[in-house]
């Protein structure tokens, strides 16, 4: 499998790695192939790059002082695990010192070949930054498909997270993927409508489910009983919409892990239960997601996108 296209969008795009410069790339034993290829990418730019190799035996488990002193001393480092080093001590410490860090936790071979780190990031960037533009005052948002999905919720007064665009180029900046995609904490029982959820509802969906929104919560749920379940073990605010995300990655599959689909290019990502992560005062013990496909989205009677594509 040709990893070159990912290799080259990360550190040629991504970090925009300099000549000068001294990238590290840590990866663990199932993702060697893949960190090669990132080294090579970037030894190709005319950087000092050089690949360590960790065993991760869990998730979190924080790394060597060796490694970590490596990754301190490195102009950009890209962590290409299968295991997330992302909330780490160690991470938040070297991005600290000034690294930028480029973090990848279950990164595939796909991914790098033809999936969603292909992606030209400096695009994504400049069209989530468009989309945000016109939603920044936005007070009501309906979101529509073409298979019967219909939810009006209001963000008035919310702030948009727009970090997540796929670039790592400044001093500090870290940067996790897949990336591209716009979040906001709605207004609090603000939801209302109909979901026809048709990707992802806790597991990946063979036949859609359908989930039905009153004055903020999921009322009824058809289809999905893990995902009722779910929000059921977080008491009743495990059933309140909590955050609201749309893709714009054109290379993001549909059809890969949760964490790549929500960042299709028109993607929406609803979820349920805590948002105090993303700033917001839900508090539950339960988070729960649906991906659906195709969105059309109005703001303030404005269409934005239309099944899936950005409109001008």
Known sequence: MDLSAGARSLVEVSLALQEEETAMVLVDEPSLAIGQALVQAAQ?????????????PEPGREPPDPVVSAMKDSDAVIMATRRSLSHTDARREVTRSGTRII?????????????????????VEETMAVTNKRLRRAKSLRLTTARGTDM???V????????????????????????????VPPVNGSAEGSLLVDVFLQHPLRAPATVTLREG?????????????????????????????IGFNPQASLNA??????????????????????????????EVDAILRGVTLEADGRLLMERGRVTT
């Open 44 to 56: 190709r730019t005319g950087a000092d790059a050089f690949l360590a190799v960790l065993d991760l």
């Open 103 to 123: 973090s990848i936790p279950q990164v595939t071979e796909a991914m790098m070949a033809e999936g969603c780190l292909t992606a030209n990031h400096a695009e």
């Open 152 to 154: 009006a919720v209001s």
């Open 156 to 183: 008035e007064g919310k702030s948009w997270i727009t970090e997540d665009t796929g670039l790592c180029r400044e001093r500090g900046d870290f940067a996790t993927f897949p990336a591209g995609e716009l979040l």
């Open 217 to 245: 919560y999921a009322v009824r749920i058809s289809g999905a009983q893990a995902a009722e379940s779910a929000m059921d073990a977080g008491g009743h605010e495990g059933r309140h919409v909590s955050r609201l995300g």
């Open 257 to 286: 892990s949760p964490l790549e689909a929500q960042k299709a290019l028109g993607a929406l990502h609803v979820g349920f239960g805590d948002n105090r992560t993303l700033g917001g005062d839900v508090q539950a013990g339960a």
